[in-house]
């Protein structure tokens, strides 16, 4: 079983939709989830992060772990054509990843049809 | 500027010949990393370093070699290339202190091994 379980899609969506991107993963050491977004010939970029359980919002993202289901999602609001891009999740069990770095999902390829 | 740069942003290149990717940032972090990216694979981690004097192999090492000539340059080689080491290379920094727990990413370097 991969540490990390992330569906590679693709995803496409209409504009203005609430979109979904989840992961899955075994390793219940884990405590700090992020969410990395990463456009076409670029590197990723940190979208969000949260520490251990709950849910963060930022503007139209919703970051949510359920460390008991050990399951994290993150949720788009009124999705736009520019929100189209390749989703990974990342988790490590210590602060700034510690000795082992940070353990990656696949990425989620998302298509927002105008 | 970029945060981190890397270079070169494209290379082809030919089977058996020395290669060196480069990686410098003007974050101030402390802590550097080298991954590839494949298809279907995701991001796999091949070397990391906490500071100049610290270097580690991470989950694909072979093939690989690094220096670390400063704070900010951190240098990935491939000494005699072969073609399944064509990939997406990024350079990642990250600051256990002053960023938390994020990584930051360089734009890449596209490798082709023919």
């Known amino acids: 079983q991969k540490e990390v379980e992330q569906d590679p899609g693709p995803l496409s969506v209409p504009e203005g939709a609430i979109v979904s991107l989840n992961c899955t993963y075994s390793?219940?050491?884990?405590?700090?989830f992020m969410w990395y977004r990463q456009y076409s010939r670029k590197g990723p970029e940190l979208l969000m992060y949260?520490?251990?359980?709950g849910n963060k919002e930022d503007g139209r993202f919703t970051a949510q772990v359920d460390k008991s289901s050990k399951y994290i999602s993150l949720f788009i609001r009124d999705s736009q054509p520019s929100d189209s891009a390749t989703y990974l999740c990342?988790?490590?069990?210590?602060?700034?990843?510690?000795?082992?770095?940070?353990?990656f999902g696949k990425g989620t390829h998302l298509i927002i049809q105008p | 500027d970029a945060d981190v740069t890397q270079t070169p942003r494209n290379r082809i290149t030919k089977t058996g010949k020395r290669i060196m990717l480069e990686c410098s940032q003007t974050?101030?972090?402390?802590?550097m990393y080298w991954y590839r990216q494949d298809p279907g694979l995701g991001l796999r981690l091949i070397y990391y370093?906490?500071?100049?004097?610290?270097?580690n192999k991470g989950e694909i090492s072979d093939g690989y070699s690094v220096s670390r000539q400063a704070q900010a340059k951190f240098s990935l080689s491939l000494e005699s290339a072969i073609p399944n080491q064509t990939a997406l290379y990024f350079c990642?920094?990250?600051?256990?202190?002053?960023?938390?727990?994020?990584?930051?990413f360089g734009s890449g370097t596209r490798l082709t091994v023919v």
């Open positions: 949260t520490y251990s359980s």
């Open positions: 974050k101030g972090h402390d802590r």
């Open positions: 390793n219940s050491a884990f405590q700090y």
């Open positions: 990642a920094t990250s600051d256990f202190y002053r960023t938390g727990y994020g990584y930051t």
């Open positions: 990342a988790m490590s069990a210590k602060s700034g990843g510690g000795a082992d770095g940070l353990t």
């Open positions: 370093s906490f500071d100049v004097k610290d270097i």
